[in-house]
């Protein structure tokens, strides 16, 4: 039963067995080792990005951070709370659009359109990125009350389709740009904080993913967490535990929802741009692949999936315009051979503590 | 004198054409371990499915404890103190088996809408975990993860997780199931102390087991109960001996 290092699948092959004996050192002193090292990269990388005098990587890895933290958020309810919802691009998107709704509004000096009363626009990031949240997590709300009550490929479809629905609905609005989306003319205001400077805009970035890890992290561990853990591994045993479990999941989606909606706000930030693609079915299926290569359940490995699809990209769509072509047969390998995706591969038998 | 915990009263269950109960009516004494039995078919595990509250019933009422349960969820059911342990062994096997005996723990200490501080290291949680997990035989296997434990450990644990929630009734699906003479033994000795605290409803194919343990017996056929009694009444029944030799 005990699978050792990290390609329990093919222990037979002799190169994998050398490979397991190479990484399968003191499993939980290469957490930390991964971690830290991860950590310092992320630090350090405007720096590196200076001295290779190439501005362009901040960039890359500013997208990188932000799809962590959607990926991230995705990992708590598919990684700890078991339910795969296929559809967290429209929280992500709907976070985004707050954010440039406001700031459509106070570029143009109009009042926000189809809310009673007359609501002005804003820049100010303290007041954008909560409500980007906050609308987010409304959405959650709604979203989960209703699908949750299903479950298996039937919550799957519900989740896709409610996102599906707000894809179409931002593409019906031509007040919000419809299918053209909309630009951003100023990125959110931070007092003492030039976001336009994409060192800033970096570090601010890598700051509220930090602290998303650390607050996840608290999460899953503490009492809500376990429940939900309990919820994904068998049901049926938390309900006749006495455990209402609808609650505890409603809860943990809306969570998630408000994460990736913070998330949407900081990538209309980085592009200067939203627009109904954020919504789309393929970008929930991109956020999927992330939590899925990096590690389900482990928040780490969300963060390294998001990286290494991301860079991939980056390289791989370099040398062809059909890309996927190679991302297909990578996925399946990782699926296959390593049960706890990338991160499971890096820190071997440590990982659930990711 | 008479004091039930649980009345059922004509409680009915159809799949399609098939009434897997079929106008049940029972009920149990307070303090008691009443026994279910019956052929297969008989309607036994649907009969608790339907007290438990995992499914629902066509018609019929269900009373616990002075108050009507029969449209309350599985978990609203629990909280007031109706358990049920299953006949396939049902755990969380991802977690120790401390873990799992905690949170049985955790559901009776109100709601865990607690976000913060680490359940694992919660000593309220742990210490009763592993003051019960020693109670039913289990000390030293605390952080075993459950996958790795014997199918009779496994059995123990289950048990372990009932008691945990510091039931008032518990409804016992073939607890006995797949187990070994011994450990047969052991999970008798397990339960035979406990009543008087806990009223147990105990569907079990083990005619010694049930006559061992039992202060009352129900037997199920076809959806209805046919005879209920001492196990020596039961077993005297000339109705009883001719529906559990198939010419009913």
């Known amino acids: ?354 | 004198m008479a004091d039930p915990i649980l009345e059922v009263i004509s409680l009915t269950k159809c799949f399609g054409a098939i009434a897997a109960s079929d106008g049940l009516t029972f009920s149990v004494e307070r303090g008691t371990i009443h026994a279910l039995i019956g052929p297969n078919g008989a309607g036994k595990s649907t009969a608790i499915a339907q007290l438990s509250g995992e499914l629902s019933s066509d018609t019929g009422r269900v009373r616990f404890d002075g108050q009507d349960v029969t449209r309350w969820p599985v978990d609203k059911r629990a909280r007031t103190g109706l358990q049920r342990s299953y006949q396939i062994t049902s755990l969380l096997p991802e977690f120790t088996a401390e873990d799992n005996v905690a949170m049985a723990i955790q559901s009776q200490q109100g709601h865990s809408f607690r976000f913060w501080e680490d359940a694992r290291r919660d000593q309220s949680l742990r210490v009763p975990a592993q003051k019960i997990l020693e109670r039913v035989g289990l000390k030293g296997f605390a952080d075993r993860p459950v996958t790795s434990l014997a199918h009779g450990q496994q059995r123990q644990l289950e048990l372990a997780m009932v008691l945990a929630t510091a039931p008032t009734m518990l409804l016992l699906d073939e607890p006995m199931a797949g187990m070994g003479q011994s450990e047969s033994l052991q999970m008798m000795e397990l339960l035979r102390p406990l009543r008087g605290d806990i009223t147990m409803l105990l569907v079990e194919h083990d005619m010694d087991v049930v006559f061992a343990l039992a202060d009352v017996v129900t037997v199920l056929v076809k959806g209805q109960a046919l005879a209920t009694g001492t196990p020596d009444e039961i077993r005297a029944n000339p109705d009883v001996r001719r529906a559990y030799l198939g010419d009913y």
């Open chain 1, 1 to 354: 039963m005990e699978a050792k290092g990290p390609f329990p699948g093919i222990r037979g092959i002799g190169q994998m067995m050398f490979l397991n004996k190479l990484l399968s050192v003191n499993p939980n002193g290469r957490t930390k080792a991964v971690v830290i090292t991860g950590l310092l990269l992320l630090l350090l990388l405007p720096f590196l990005a200076a001295l290779l005098d190439d501005p362009f990587l901040v960039d890359i890895a500013s997208r990188i951070l932000i799809y962590a933290l959607v990926a991230v958020s995705l990992d708590l309810i598919l990684g700890y709370g078991g339910m795969v919802s296929f559809g967290h691009g429209a929280f992500f998107g709907l976070g985004a659009y707050v954010v440039g709704i406001l700031t459509h509004h106070s570029y143009e000096g109009t009042t926000i359109a189809f809310l009673p009363g007359d609501w002005e626009g804003t820049t100010q990031a303290f007041i954008q990125w909560p409500l980007a949240m906050i609308v987010s997590g409304i959405l959650a709300l709604m979203v989960g009350a209703l699908s949750l009550r299903t479950s298996g490929v039937y919550f799957i479809m519900i989740t896709l389709a409610f996102a599906q629905m707000l894809y179409f609905l931002m593409i019906s609005i031509p007040t919000y740009g419809g299918e053209d989306g909309l630009n951003i003319w100023e990125r959110s205001e931070v007092p003492f904080l030039d976001l336009y400077d994409s060192q800033t805009f970096y570090y601010t970035c890598l700051v509220l993913l930090l602290l998303c890890l650390w607050v996840c992290k608290r999460l899953v561990k503490s009492r809500f967490g376990m429940v939900l853990q309990g919820c994904r591994q068998n049901e049926t045993r938390m309900k006749a535990l006495g455990y209402p479990v609808y609650r505890y999941k409603l809860t943990a989606f809306v969570i998630s929802g408000m994460i990736a909606g913070l998330a949407g706000a900081l990538s209309a930030n980085h592009t200067e741009f939203v627009g109904p693609g954020l919504m789309h079915w393929t970008r929930s299926g991109e956020i999927m692949v992330m939590v899925i290569l990096g590690g389900m359940g482990s928040l780490f490995g969300a963060v390294l999936g998001a990286a290494s699809l991301l860079m991939m990209e980056e390289v791989l769509s370099g040398l062809t315009e059909h890309w996927m072509i190679f991302l297909g047969p990578i996925l399946v390998v990782v699926v296959l051979f390593a049960r706890k995706g990338l991160y499971g591969l890096l820190v071997g038998k440590g990982a659930d503590n990711g």
